[in-house]
């Protein structure tokens, strides 16, 4: 099992910018798929971002095409989301989460073993 720990979350003015960060523990997570999911207030919980293991092979909601990145340091241990220009309609709380089976549709939430409690990330209009 992998322990995950969220941080980074804050409030910022809309068109900001914040920096995620996913810090794992544990057992071996570097061999494994990493995603990121969302759930606002009322609302399922949602996919962000997604990397395969080897981080050949990204992933992302259409919602975030082209302001998030999803990004790992191995010998760090961590996992980041790297949030630009930032929407109010970005306002959730994020989490990060483990694949430990490889397969191959990191958009689902059911693929995913371990999660962490999640960090809050308010964007003001």
């Known amino acids: 099992q992998v322990q995950l720990v969220e941080s980074g979350g804050g409030l910022v003015q809309a068109g900001g910018s914040l920096r995620l960060s996913c810090a794992a523990s544990g057992r071996t997570f570097e061999t494994y798929n990493v995603g990121w999911f969302r759930q606002a207030p009322g609302k399922e919980r949602e996919f962000v971002a997604a990397?395969?293991?080897?981080?050949?092979?990204?992933y992302y909601a259409d919602s975030v095409k082209g302001r998030f990145t999803i990004s790992k340091e191995n010998d760090k241990r961590m996992v980041y989301l790297y949030m630009n220009s930032l929407k109010p309609e970005d306002t959730a709380v994020y989490y990060c989460?483990?694949?430990?089976?490889?397969?191959?549709?990191?958009?689902?939430?059911?693929?995913?073993?371990?999660w962490g409690q999640g960090t809050q990330v308010t964007v003001s209009s």
């Open positions: 989460a483990v694949d430990y089976h490889y397969h191959s549709d990191l958009r689902q939430r059911d693929v995913y073993d371990d």
């Open positions: 990397m395969s293991w080897s981080g050949g092979h990204t």
